[in-house]
Nanobody, 124 residues
């Protein structure tokens, strides 16, 4: 599966951004999907994941309550709505797909496919 992320940009602290990740090349609903991020000088970290049906979600503690992951299987797209952004949210954001037919935790622990990153910069 090929993944194409978009929607990053520059926003002031307290603002919002919405990221999208379009999938192609395989049956989108076979995959749990996730978002990760990597800040300068830091390791890539998990942000959020959603099951193939959209019925289950997981969030990192640092974003829970501020970020919302969702998906549209008809549009082969996963979204990340980011509200109340903080400077510490500055990072390159990556979408990922889990192994096909795997549980939601699989995309969090061992993503099988990665999209290119999209830069999110939050100014103070």
């Amino acid at each position: 599966v090929q993944l194409q992320a978009s929607g990053g940009g520059l926003v002031q602290a307290g603002g919002s951004l919405s990221l999208s990740c379009a999938a192609s090349g395989s049956t989108f609903s076979d995959y749990s999907m996730g978002w990760f991020r990597q800040a300068p000088g830091k390791e890539r970290e998990f942000v959020a994941a959603i099951s193939w049906s959209g019925g289950s979600t997981l969030y990192a503690d640092s974003v829970r309550g501020r970020f919302t992951i969702s998906r549209d299987n008809a549009e082969n797209t996963v979204y990340l709505q980011m509200n109340t952004l903080e400077p510490d949210d500055t990072a390159v954001y990556y979408c990922a797909a889990g192994p096909p037919f795997a549980a939601i935790v699989a995309v969090m622990r061992t993503p099988a496919y990665w999209g290119q990153g999209t830069q999110v910069t939050v100014s103070s």
